[in-house]
């Protein structure tokens, strides 16, 4: 009987050609292999998680904006180890070869690695250093310059200068003898990272002395694949010429080793990691599902047959994204492994109808006919089917996935082509050399028994089904959603372990909240954000906040400048008679007075000021670059921002509401972070993939009911799929897995293709009449196409990406219970309604 609406010619046109033209086919093919090639070096790999995310999304687009103003992803860490039992001096010698290396060249904007040049850049600041050290400190500083107290603290300066660092120091130490520098320094945060300097050395080096690091800014951004491939061999060539210059000096150990992270160096190991997982992927799931099919057919030919259309459908679906997509990211980098796995299935359901035919007794040319005429129909509703759910995905407003559902998607549909011209072709050219060598039957990984116990003991089948979904499905609602994307991150990622390293190190932290306040210019900026402020530092309450970083830490407040112009009013001091003293107790320690007259006059100048400091008065000074932390100018205003940090394990996942509500009392003040962000994707991601879901689901339906002719039939295909999907879930539970942005369309993927195992086995069924040995041989053939999606899958566990990872293992378990349910429960149900 002929049901459905579906072009049923199609798949018996396409076999017809692979079986009268069979060169003329696999010749091109072979064009398609090259044309692959030459478009693969044209396909750009883009690295960017954010890119990822929602396009369209005021959430995401007001983190995009505050990150491109005050973010931290276009810089240059440079680290140089230190060993502490070795001479400061020299390690400190190689690193300004190192990074006079990187200021001359032009492909670096500016470089930052210690205050440069003390006795000019120093000056303005020391002249107001009281005013950063607040009232207390002030008071002890006052209680030291006393006779016997100027007398400790020249005996110390000497002591200082005839260390073995003394040489490294004595700008230092004579430019601010008594120390009011490092009250300034404990405010100056470098850049977007936070890193202060070293009191002792000027430079940027860890509490304990083992890295020191140098900052760089590059002229291109990190996403500039080109620019950083250049940027990276440049780096390695003046790390040999900072190498070369250590052995000229005869220092007598190996120079210091040197590192590189920051945006641009973990930009380029994330494509080195996507591209490596491509490789591997294809590679291993293409292996993998060969061994399987020599398994399951037990004839090297096999090989051939699988081989061939399995590569020219990826080298059509190559020359597509050359086409038209341009670029893959960390998930479209897995399309490779996805179209192995569901593309075997095709070639397994085809080559094994052709196998049973012979078997039967069929005709080479009967057989290939039966292939084309009858299960290519069921392929073809497969194909369409699985595609169907994939292009769902275009309704996600995540990047990646649509990416990935218009790849796979155009995907499976050019490898089905592939499969209905290159499969008959091949049997035709290989099959009469070997016209005398019997085909062996394929191995069924115990499908035939279940499917014939199904058949003969109905109820025993359907109430194990029953248990085991019951069971599952209340495990499936202990799942929990892990909306973090920076789990989404490449674990393996060697820029991203010596990022954390450095973090720890220097006590940096890269992924605060932040407020942005905007304004028409830098005045009206800042009073906004101080206003702001007076509402936010009651939440600093250890729940809520740890802490706050504003430009009120770089410039001490008014009233604590005000405070310490009070203390130094009260003290009265001779100014006059304290240059007497403290040049006086220089030379009794054995030191040059003159040597520090500069040093002195700083000294007396921060004593006697009389006026609090403003943001104006930091310019030109080594703080300057800290404002680029804070202030940001956009056409047509000036931005300013208020980093605020969550307590030790706390607001992962949302942002706390007392800040929200704090934020949503000043118009002109917009609150994102990683946490923002991870909110508002558990508020989209499930809109999206129910709404995928739902779309793949109908389109299923539809699809179904012109095949099969009837809602009956339609159900009883969608059946074991839906029973599967509870498996799925209830197993994800048991095994401790949860649920994120990218294993959460899986559902959508599944629908497509654990659908098919029903479908087959319904035309089987339909087609022959009710007979229960042609559906159990169709068994077989499912159960070798569910392992090859097994073994595709599976090689996406390989990935070093987590969501990719996930994706696999969900897929894996999917595919499993789908086929597991399909041929237990569908010839169970056929089995008690049969005539």
């Given at each position: 009987m002929?049901?459905?609406?579906?072009?049923?010619?199609?798949?018996?046109?396409?076999?017809?050609?692979?079986?009268?033209?069979p060169?003329?086919?696999?010749?091109?093919?072979?064009?398609?292999?090259?044309?692959a090639?030459?478009?693969?070096f044209?396909?750009?790999?883009?690295?960017d998680?954010?890119?990822l995310?929602?396009r369209?999304?005021?959430?995401?687009?007001?983190f995009?904006t505050?990150?491109?103003?005050?973010?931290?992803i276009?810089?240059?860490?440079?680290v140089v180890?230190?060993?502490?039992?070795?001479?400061?001096?020299a390690e400190l010698?190689?690193a300004e070869?190192l990074?006079?290396?990187?200021?001359?060249?032009?492909k670096?904007?500016?470089?930052?690695?210690?205050?440069q040049d003390?006795?000019?850049?120093a000056?303005?600041l020391?002249d107001h250093?009281t005013l950063?050290?607040?009232p207390e400190?002030?008071r002890h500083?006052?209680?030291g310059l006393?006779p016997?107290?100027?007398?400790?603290?020249?005996d110390?300066?000497?002591?200082?200068?005839?260390a073995p660092?003394?040489?490294?120091?004595?700008?230092?130490?004579?430019?601010?003898p008594?120390?009011?520098?490092?009250?300034?320094l404990?405010?100056?945060?470098?850049?977007?990272?936070?890193?202060r300097f070293?009191?002792?050395?000027?430079?940027l080096?860890?509490p304990?002395?083992?890295?020191?690091?140098?900052?760089?800014k590059?002229?291109r951004?990190?996403?500039?694949?080109?620019?950083?491939?250049?940027?990276?061999?440049?780096?390695?060539r003046?790390?040999?010429?900072?190498?070369?210059?250590?052995?000229?000096?005869?220092?007598?150990?190996?120079p210091?080793?040197v590192?590189?992270t920051?945006?641009?160096?973990?930009a380029?190991?994330?494509?080195?990691?996507?591209?490596?997982?491509?490789t591997?992927?294809?590679?291993s799931?293409?292996v993998g599902?060969?061994?399987?099919?020599?398994?399951?057919?037990?004839?090297?030919?096999?090989?051939?047959?699988?081989?061939f259309?399995?590569?020219?459908?990826?080298a059509?679906?190559?020359?597509?994204v050359?086409?038209?997509?341009?670029t893959?990211?960390?998930?479209t980098s897995?399309?490779a492994?996805l179209?192995?796995?569901l593309g075997?299935?095709?070639?397994?359901?085809?080559?094994g109808?052709?196998?049973e035919e012979?078997h039967?007794?069929?005709?080479?040319?009967?057989?290939?006919e039966?292939?084309?005429?009858?299960?290519?129909?069921?392929?073809?509703?497969?194909?369409?089917?699985t595609a169907?759910?994939f292009?769902?995905?275009l309704v996600t407003?995540?990047?990646?996935?649509?990416?990935?559902?218009?790849?796979?998607?155009?995907?499976?549909?050019?490898?089905a082509l592939?499969?209905?011209?290159?499969l008959?072709?091949?049997?035709t050219i290989i099959?009469?050399a070997?016209r005398?060598?019997?085909?062996p039957?394929?191995?069924s990984?115990?499908?035939?028994?279940?499917?014939?116990?199904?058949?003969?003991k109905?109820r025993?089948?359907l109430?194990?089904?029953f248990?085991?979904t019951?069971?599952?499905?209340?495990?499936?609602f202990s799942l929990?959603?892990?909306?973090?994307?920076r789990?989404?991150?490449a674990a393996?990622?060697?820029?991203?372990?010596?990022?954390h390293e450095?973090?720890?190190?220097?006590?940096?932290?890269?992924?605060?909240?932040m407020i942005?306040v905007?304004?028409?210019?830098?005045?009206?900026?800042?009073?906004?954000?101080?206003?702001?402020?007076k509402?936010?530092?009651p939440?600093?309450?250890?729940?809520?906040?740890?802490?706050?970083?504003?430009?009120?830490?770089l410039?001490?407040?008014?009233?604590?400048?005000?405070?310490?112009?009070?203390?130094?009013r009260?003290?009265?001091?001779?100014?006059?008679?304290?240059?007497?003293?403290?040049?006086?107790?220089?030379?009794?320690?054995?030191?040059?007075?003159?040597?520090?007259?500069?040093?002195?006059d700083?000294l007396?100048?921060a004593?006697?000021?009389?006026?609090?400091?403003?943001?104006?008065?930091?310019a030109?000074?080594?703080?300057?670059?800290?404002l680029?932390?804070?202030?940001?100018?956009f056409?047509?205003?000036?931005?300013?921002?208020?980093?605020c940090?969550?307590p030790?394990g706390?607001?992962?996942?949302?942002?706390?509401?007392?800040l929200?509500?704090?934020?949503?009392?000043?118009?002109?003040?917009v609150l994102?972070g990683?946490?923002?962000?991870?909110?508002?994707?558990?508020?989209?991601?499930?809109?999206?993939a129910?709404?995928a879901s739902?779309?793949g689901?109908?389109?299923?339906?539809?699809?179904?009911?012109?095949?099969?002719?009837?809602v009956?039939?339609s159900?009883?295909?969608?059946?074991p799929?839906?029973?599967?999907?509870?498996?799925?879930?209830?197993?994800?539970a048991?095994?401790?897995?949860?649920?994120?942005?990218?294993?959460?369309?899986v559902v959508?993927?599944?629908?497509g293709?654990?659908v098919?195992y029903?479908v087959?086995?319904l035309?089987?069924?339909?087609?022959?009449?009710?007979?229960e040995?042609?559906?159990?041989?169709?068994s077989?053939?499912?159960?070798?196409a569910?392992?090859?999606t097994?073994?595709?899958?599976?090689?996406l566990?390989?990935?070093?990406?987590?969501?990719?990872?996930?994706?696999?293992a969900?897929?894996?378990?999917?595919a499993?219970?789908?086929?597991?349910?399909?041929?237990?429960?569908?010839p169970?149900?056929l089995?008690?309604?049969?005539?």
């Amino acid at each position: 009987m002929r049901r459905g609406f579906l072009p049923r010619r199609l798949p018996h046109f396409l076999v017809t050609i692979g079986f009268r033209f069979p060169r003329m086919v696999i010749a091109a093919s072979l064009i398609a292999w090259i044309l692959a090639g030459v478009v693969a070096f044209h396909i750009h790999v883009v690295t960017d998680i954010l890119s990822l995310v929602p396009r369209h999304n005021a959430v995401v687009s007001q983190f995009k904006t505050t990150l491109k103003r005050f973010g931290s992803i276009d810089l240059l860490l440079a680290v140089v180890r230190l060993d502490p039992g070795k001479n400061l001096n020299a390690e400190l010698a190689y690193a300004e070869t190192l990074a006079g290396q990187l200021r001359s060249w032009d492909k670096i904007d500016w470089v930052e690695y210690r205050l440069q040049d003390p006795a000019t850049t120093a000056a303005p600041l020391l002249d107001h250093a009281t005013l950063f050290l607040g009232p207390e400190k002030v008071r002890h500083l006052l209680n030291g310059l006393d006779p016997r107290g100027l007398q400790e603290r020249a005996d110390w300066l000497r002591a200082e200068l005839t260390a073995p660092q003394g040489l490294v120091v004595k700008d230092f130490l004579t430019e601010d003898p008594f120390g009011l520098l490092q009250g300034v320094l404990k405010r100056a945060r470098l850049g977007n990272l936070g890193a202060r300097f070293d009191p002792g050395t000027g430079y940027l080096i860890d509490p304990h002395r083992t890295c020191l690091l140098i900052l760089a800014k590059p002229v291109r951004p990190a996403q500039d694949f080109v620019f950083d491939r250049m940027l990276v061999r440049g780096l390695q060539r003046r790390v040999k010429t900072a190498d070369l210059s250590w052995r000229k000096a005869g220092w007598g150990w190996n120079p210091p080793q040197v590192q590189f992270t920051g945006g641009y160096v973990i930009a380029m190991d994330d494509a080195q990691l996507i591209k490596g997982d491509m490789t591997l992927g294809m590679a291993s799931s293409l292996v993998g599902v060969l061994l399987l099919f020599l398994v399951a057919f037990r004839r090297p030919a096999a090989l051939v047959y699988a081989f061939f259309p399995l590569v020219t459908g990826l080298a059509l679906t190559l020359i597509f994204v050359g086409l038209a997509l341009h670029t893959l990211n960390s998930v479209t980098s897995g399309f490779a492994a996805l179209l192995i796995g569901l593309g075997i299935d095709f070639v397994i359901v085809l080559y094994g109808r052709y196998v049973e035919e012979i078997h039967n007794g069929a005709t080479h040319e009967d057989a290939i006919e039966a292939m084309g005429r009858n299960t290519g129909v069921g392929v073809l509703l497969g194909a369409v089917t699985t595609a169907a759910t994939f292009y769902a995905f275009l309704v996600t407003d995540f990047k990646g996935l649509s990416s990935l559902g218009l790849l796979t998607g155009t995907g499976i549909l050019l490898l089905a082509l592939t499969v209905f011209l290159l499969l008959p072709a091949l049997l035709t050219i290989i099959r009469p050399a070997r016209r005398a060598a019997p085909l062996p039957h394929l191995h069924s990984f115990g499908s035939d028994f279940l499917c014939r116990l199904s058949f003969r003991k109905p109820r025993v089948a359907l109430g194990v089904v029953f248990l085991m979904t019951v069971i599952l499905g209340i495990a499936a609602f202990s799942l929990h959603f892990d909306d973090d994307i920076r789990n989404m991150r490449a674990a393996g990622n060697p820029g991203v372990i010596l990022r954390h390293e450095i973090m720890e190190k220097f006590g940096l932290r890269f992924t605060p909240m932040m407020i942005r306040v905007d304004g028409r210019n830098e005045n009206e900026a800042l009073s906004r954000a101080r206003r702001l402020l007076k509402d936010l530092r009651p939440l600093v309450d250890g729940k809520n906040l740890a802490g706050i970083d504003t430009i009120a830490d770089l410039i001490p407040s008014v009233s604590d400048q005000e405070a310490v112009i009070g203390e130094l009013r009260a003290a009265h001091l001779d100014l006059g008679r304290l240059r007497v003293e403290v040049r006086a107790s220089l030379a009794a320690a054995g030191l040059n007075p003159a040597a520090f007259q500069a040093g002195i006059d700083h000294l007396v100048a921060a004593l006697s000021v009389r006026r609090p400091i403003s943001a104006r008065d930091v310019a030109g000074t080594p703080l300057a670059r800290v404002l680029d932390r804070y202030i940001a100018s956009f056409p047509g205003g000036v931005s300013t921002v208020i980093y605020c940090y969550a307590p030790k394990g706390r607001w992962r996942r949302e942002p706390p509401p007392a800040l929200e509500r704090v934020v949503a009392r000043h118009r002109h003040a917009v609150l994102s972070g990683v946490n923002v962000i991870s909110r508002e994707l558990r508020r989209i991601v499930w809109g999206d993939a129910a709404r995928a879901s739902i779309l793949g689901l109908i389109a299923v339906f539809v699809l179904l009911m012109l095949d099969l002719g009837g809602v009956k039939q339609s159900i009883l295909a969608l059946l074991p799929l839906s029973v599967g999907i509870v498996w799925m879930l209830g197993g994800m539970a048991i095994l401790g897995m949860s649920i994120n942005v990218m294993n959460v369309f899986v559902v959508t993927m599944i629908i497509g293709i654990g659908v098919d195992y029903g479908v087959h086995l319904l035309h089987r069924w339909n087609e022959s009449g009710g007979d229960e040995r042609a559906v159990t041989e169709t068994s077989r053939a499912i159960a070798v196409a569910a392992l090859t999606t097994v073994v595709g899958f599976g090689s996406l566990v390989l990935s070093h990406f987590p969501g990719l990872r996930t994706v696999g293992a969900v897929a894996i378990l999917g595919a499993l219970a789908t086929a597991v349910v399909s041929m237990t429960l569908l010839p169970a149900l056929l089995g008690r309604t049969r005539p």
